[in-house]
């Protein structure tokens, strides 16, 4: 078996025990050893192949623990991008030239932001000038909510006596017809109905949000939406040995799941997906929504001048019963979170398990952590729960406008995406993208974590919170170690260590030493996962 060695670098492990190390020599996809330049070299043997790292620093390969690749990377070969349309006539261009190019019985686009587009200035006339002839549905940027033109309203049967469904509304104009625009789970109740995406079209898509996520040096990830059409396309990628990067996922579970049911269906695909590649441990909560439509479920009521709040999305008593029925089946619990509200009730659930089953090393998680009560940051130590984070959200954004502060307002401004006081709390921690909602690049994501500021090429804007700031080190650790022991895998990665799975990366710079404002720009020059090239600069090809 040929042993490959990586040499001239400047190795940063992420294991105390060892940090740094000038080589390491790789074999059976597994590291072998670390050590300085001419140890290694003589361990690895003349007939090595030699990666010359060029004097640059090399870490361990990144995790995402919180992102939608199947998805993602189905809307690169599939969906109009919307991100950069800021008028309703750009959305209609937009969507008139991309359904040009499609010949399916199905258009999509995703990226408006709700900062330029509403309830209001969104409906299905704005589709319709561009995709008469065809249903379509386009999704806002954070994938909360989505617009339907005419045709799309027409073959889903959405009528004006249609009631909304659990979690979910259609909105409708003052004569009571569907505009099109969809809240939350009203996406869903559409979907169930519209023209579905093709095996092949998925098959794609992972192909190349894989390709996308190992050119940012992305080697393991936890998909936290998994339902039964990604389930068969993971299944049949780490089948065919075609998966570049591990998947840990979570398991949907709905409001009209039972006790029963959910330990019926998830104990049933655990055992069917294993891993190590790809592997079901874990069970998804939605317990709200989101703030730019107003469902984030908030402690107290919203404080700009509409006011009003919104309800859990789960009762109180079937959180309870269902994460320590899970918790009691030792899966992990993944809980989407915007609001207070909903981050105490998470906390509460896990309270509640913990105290009818006992302590173990879960890591459940709440990811997103928005808006969270000062008196809540230590509970999250105190009940081994994992602050599972998207830091390029905590920065004011130079170029779309932002009405969600309004809605905290200024009492509980300084609550807002509180990081930092949340590890001074002792919060086990991870950072992550949330992708296709935001860019899946770690280096944007670190950057913003350490300056509370947008990486430059968007503008410059004010630091969002500062004392939130994280340092470096904490960034690095968030997307390695703690971010492996999140997805289950911190005992073959995260770290660059004998008997650990060879994957690391290459940088065009060293991220601990250089200017924080330059980390959003590095260049990812070489991954490798188990020890093979799954992305390569020029110079390493």
């Known amino acids: 078996m040929t042993r490959v060695l990586v040499t001239h670098a ?26 300085d330049a001419a140890e290694m070299e003589g361990l690895a043997g003349p007939e090595a192949q030699v990666i010359d790292a ?87 940027g954070n994938f909360h909510n989505a617009c339907l033109n005419s045709e799309a309203i027409r073959h889903i049967g ?29 996406i869903y109740w559409a979907l ?50 075609d998966l570049t990067l591990r998947v840990a996922g979570a398991m949907s579970v709905t409001p009209t799941d039972s006790v029963e049911s959910v330990l019926s269906r998830l104990t049933a695909l655990r055992a069917a997906h294993p891993g190590p590649d790809f592997h079901l441990h874990s069970a998804k909560f939605f317990l709200d929504g989101g ?12 404080a700009d001048a509409k006011g009003g709040n919104a309800p859990l999305m789960f009762p109180p008593d079937l959180i309870r019963d269902l994460f320590t029925a899970l918790d009691a089946a030792r899966f992990q619990i993944h809980v989407h979170c915007i609001g207070d509200a909903a981050t105490r009730a998470a906390l509460d659930g896990f309270a509640a398990a913990r105290a009818a089953n006992g302590p173990w090393p879960a890591l459940h998680q709440i990811a997103h952590c928005q808006l969270v009560h000062p008196e809540d940051r230590p509970r999250f130590a105190a009940l081994g729960v994992m602050a599972n984070l998207q830091p390029l959200w905590a920065c004011n954004d130079p170029i779309i ?52 500021e947008p990486p430059r090429h968007r503008g410059r804007a004010k630091p969002f919170f500062p004392q939130e700031r994280l340092t470096i080190e904490q960034a690095i650790l968030g997307y390695t170690t703690h971010a492996a022991a999140a997805c289950w ?53």
């Not at 790789?26 to 050590?35: D, K, N, S, T, Y």
């Not at 107003?294 to 107290?300: D, E, I, P, Q, V």
């Open 10 to 35: 400047r190795i940063r492990t992420m294991n105390p025990a060892k940090p740094t190390a000038e080589a390491l020599v790789i074999e059976g996809g597994r590291i072998l050893a670390l050590g």
């Open 158 to 186: 959405l009528s004006d006596d249609t009631p909304d469904p659990p979690n979910g509304h259609f909105v409708r104009d003052g004569q009571g017809r569907a505009t099109g625009m969809l809240h939350e789970d009203a």
């Open 192 to 241: 169930d109905r519209l023209p579905k995406t093709p095996p092949a079209t998925y098959h794609a898509g992972l192909r190349a949000g894989q390709a996308l996520a190992n050119s940012h040096g992305i080697t393991g990830i936890l998909d936290p939406f998994i339902q039964s059409h990604h389930v068969g396309i993971y299944a049949n990628a780490a089948r065919l040995g």
């Open 401 to 452: 406008p932002d009405d969600t502060m309004a809605m905290i307002g200024p009492d509980r401004a300084d609550w807002t995406y509180a990081f930092g006081s949340l590890l001074d709390a002792g919060a086990p921690y991870c950072l992550n993208s949330d992708w296709a909602v935001t860019t899946l690049n770690p280096f944007e994501i670190m950057g913003t974590a350490i300056t509370r």
């Open 54 to 140: 060029g004097g640059n620093l090399v870490l361990p390969g990144l995790q995402d623990a919180h992102i939608h690749l199947l998805n993602g990377g189905t809307d690169l070969v599939q969906t109009a991008p919307l991100y950069e349309c800021r008028t309703p006539a750009q959305i209609t261009a937009a969507m008139a030239t991309h359904a040009a190019t499609q010949s399916g019985p199905m258009i999509w686009g995703a990226g408006w932001q709700c900062g330029f587009f509403d309830d209001l200035n969104l409906t299905c006339a704005v589709l319709d000038a561009a995709v008469p002839d065809r249903p379509c549905l386009i999704y806002d």
């Open 291 to 302: 703030l730019e439509n107003r469902t984030a479920a908030l402690l107290a009521p919203y």
């Open 489 to 541: 895998r911190d005992g073959m990665t995260g770290a660059l260590k004998p008997g650990y799975s060879a994957d690391l990366i290459v940088l065009d710079r060293d991220i601990f030493t250089c200017d924080p404002y330059a980390i959003a720009e590095t260049e990812v020059l070489l991954t490798l996962f188990k020890g093979r090239r799954v992305h390569a600069a020029p110079r390493f090809s």
